[in-house]
């Protein structure tokens, strides 16, 4: 199977790509600067051009596409060459990933406007004929890995997070996507939305609970308003995507939760079960059970 991969580089593009060569599979690497990659055939690729696109599409049995972060003309004019791409070089498959944008929550506040990049690339992939699927998580645990939430839980116990204690979601990490994503490359009798993440889902201070578990020592919840959360990514990402980042989460804070039908989910459609929440957080954060869990009656984590 030949699989095309953007931004294969990339928080999303990179963990598919991984997955598909461990599984044996030579898939096609795009980025901009086409670095090499073991196990892949790089090609250096203008996303906003519908030739070049065309060219690493033609002959491909799937094509994996999410679109970047960053202003929506750009996004739109990406959106616009993937679509033409398709359109003429027929591959035999698409998925698409949301990047956590929702699209399958219509008559809300959260849906995308059917004018947006996202919906527009959703859209023209579809009437393409091509059989399209589409990957919907909600949020992505990785942010719980950002250097000031992860400096709240290991110097002060706490983990800080602009949701409310109640608010349920349907986390789902990197990994959990690309395992989503490499079975519906290879499935193309599965269309539409599926929803990726934690089922049922996972409330603040169950996450709180998991960190503890996974660290050995007690972790509590402490919900942080948007807009403080905002000012503390800002340096990472720049003022607009923080302030994008914070509005979500004002969004969010009026919603009773997170998540999806899980008649529609992964799990359910595909049998692909996202991660043990516990496991993943020893595993990303490098950590150990506490020894007091082997009886020596210290904790360090």
């Given amino acids: 199977m030949t699989s095309v991969i953007h931004g294969a580089t990339g928080a999303q593009g990179a963990p598919v790509l991984a997955a598909l060569i461990a599984r044996g599979h030579t898939p096609v690497a795009l980025s901009r600067g086409g670095a090499p990659i073991p196990g892949a055939r790089s090609l ?7 030739e070049q696109l065309t060219a690493a599409y033609r002959g491909a049995d799937a094509v994996f596409v999410h679109l970047p972060l960053g202003a929506e003309d750009t996004r739109l004019e990406l959106a616009h060459a993937v679509i033409a791409a398709l359109t ?3 591959p035999g498959r698409v998925v698409i990933s949301t990047s956590g944008a929702i699209v399958d929550a219509p008559g809300t506040a959260l849906q995308v406007a059917p004018e947006s990049a996202l919906a527009t690339l959703i859209a023209g992939a579809t009437a393409s004929g091509i059989p399209t699927a589409v990957v919907a998580p909600r949020l992505f645990l990785e942010n719980l890995l950002l250097p000031h939430v992860q400096a709240g839980v290991r110097e002060a116990g706490a983990l800080r997070y602009p949701v409310r204690p109640d608010f349920a979601v349907s986390w789902a990490s990197h990994r959990d996507v690309a395992e989503v994503i490499v079975a519906l490359l290879g499935d193309p009798s599965v269309t539409g939305v599926l929803g990726v993440g934690a089922v049922p889902p996972v409330t603040g201070p169950e996450l709180a ?3 503890a578990a996974a660290l050995g020592r007690a972790v509590v ?3 942080v308003t948007p807009e403080e959360f905002g000012r503390q990514i800002a340096p990472l990402l720049g003022e607009g995507p923080a302030a994008g980042v ?3 989460y004002s969004a969010l804070s009026v919603e009773p939760d997170f998540t999806f039908d899980p008649a529609t989910g ?3 459609r595909l049998g692909v079960a996202p991660s043990d929440l516990v496991s993943w957080l020893r595993a990303v954060t490098a950590v150990t059970p506490a020894p007091d869990e082997a009886g020596d009656g210290a904790a360090r984590g």
């Fill in 44 to 50: 250096a690729v203008d996303a906003s051009s519908a």
């Fill in 246 to 248: 914070a509005g979500l």
């Fill in 209 to 211: 609970d998991a960190f």
């Fill in 266 to 268: 992964a799990e359910a």
């Fill in 88 to 90: 003429s070089a027929r």
């Fill in 221 to 223: 919840f402490e919900p």
